[in-house]
């Protein structure tokens, strides 16, 4: 028998499109971020959109570079869904940076 995997692993994905996923884990910190991949890539964390903030790459390690632009167009296309997700699951505003 498996155990069980700690919450902070949990990890619904909000966004699939052309390859691409962006999560958002369910026991994760401010500020609000998601999580975008590329089948078989590497994470990328950016910072979601506030109202006075754009988005912020944060982390993408081993990523090329037009990879992190094409992660950062998906989530600025998705930022309205993804900005109501993070807030559904955290209950902090995204203006919360």
Do not use: C, F
Not at 16 to 31: F, K, M, Q, T, V
Not at 73 to 97: Q, Y
């Amino acid at each position: 028998m498996t155990k069980p995997k700690p919450m902070d692993y949990r990890m619904p994905v909000i966004v699939r499109e052309g390859g691409w996923s962006i999560w958002i884990y369910l026991n994760d910190h401010a500020p609000p971020h998601v999580h975008v991949r590329r089948r078989g890539g590497t994470n990328i964390k950016i910072l979601l959109p506030s109202a006075d903030k754009p988005v912020e790459i944060v982390n993408w390690k081993k990523v090329d570079s037009r990879q992190v632009l094409v992660a950062a167009r998906l989530v600025i296309a998705n930022a309205s869904l993804l900005i109501n997700a993070w807030e559904r699951i955290h209950g902090l505003s995204a203006d919360h940076r």
